[in-house]
T-cell receptor
Framework: NAGVTQTPKFRVLKTGQSMTLLCAQDMNHEYMYWYRQDPGMGLRLIHYSVGEGTTAKGEVPDGYNVSRLKKQNFLLGLESAAPSQTSVYFC??????????FGPGTRLTVT | AQKVTQAQTEISVVEKEDVTLDCVYETRDTTYYLFWYKQPPSGELVFLIRRNSFDEQNEISGRYSWNFQKSTSSFNFTITASQVVDSAVYFCALSGTMDSSYKLIFGSGTRLLVRP
């Protein structure tokens, strides 16, 4: 039982490049979330999903897209990376009102 | 609108001191959940506690205790006899139930440094 895993752990992109972050959970949770963490700002919700095939925007969705084709996976895409997207990205999953289980994070730098 | 405020950006104490981390929240939901997470220097987020809005009993878990007061919209966290391993960033978070996504609204975090 690995919980929530994220791939990759680190990545450096040049401005304009694209990439996809993968989140996988093995707890059969319905709800999955992508957050970004910036210094002094806590975690802010980017996008989330309340079940397979569904996605919705969070607090800071601009510049990101997501997909939830399989219940256990939640992908976060950056189509054209910008320096403002330099951040630590956390994926989380939960079952209704229980606590959210977080992945280890992905540190992304855009130069 | 929902909001979580952690006014203490950074706290520094000497080992064995008691320390309280403040959390004030705003919500219009009548039913909601409050959480505390710990983020040690290694970066992962560790769940500490979840309380629902109908349960105002204080909770103690070892050296950790939580004081939930609806009247002041606060959910404060106290570490008794702090240890160096308690050094971390602590986040308070809120989840309302009017929003079916159950997403978490985080405070900006309090960095706790426990010096030997």
């Amino acid at each position: 039982n690995a919980g929530v895993t994220q791939t990759p752990k680190f990545r450096v992109l040049k401005t304009g490049q694209s990439m996809t972050l993968l989140c996988a959970q093995d707890m059969n949770h319905e709800y999955m979330y992508w957050y970004r963490q910036d210094p002094g700002m806590g975690l802010r919700l980017i996008h989330y999903s309340v079940g397979e095939g569904t996605t919705a925007k969070g607090e800071v969705p601009d510049g990101y897209n997501v997909s939830r084709l399989k219940k256990q996976n939640f992908l976060l895409g950056l189509e054209s990376a910008a320096p403002s997207q330099t951040s630590v990205y956390f994926c989380a999953s939960s079952e209704t009102r229980t606590e959210q289980y977080f992945g280890p994070g992905t540190r992304l730098t855009v130069t | 609108a929902q909001k979580v405020t952690q006014a203490q950006t950074e706290i520094s104490v000497v080992e064995k001191e008691d320390v309280t981390l403040d959390c004030v929240y705003e919500t219009r939901d009548t039913t909601y959940y409050l959480f505390w997470y710990k983020q040690p220097p290694s970066g992962e987020l560790v769940f500490l506690i979840r309380r629902n809005s109908f349960d105002e009993q204080n909770e103690i878990s070892g050296r950790y205790s939580w004081n939930f007061q609806k009247s002041t919209s606060s959910f404060n966290f106290t570490i008794t006899a702090s240890q160096v391993v308690d050094s971390a960033v602590y986040f308070c978070a809120l989840s309302g139930t009017m929003d079916s996504s159950y997403k978490l609204i985080f405070g900006s975090g309090t960095r706790l440094l426990v010096r030997p």
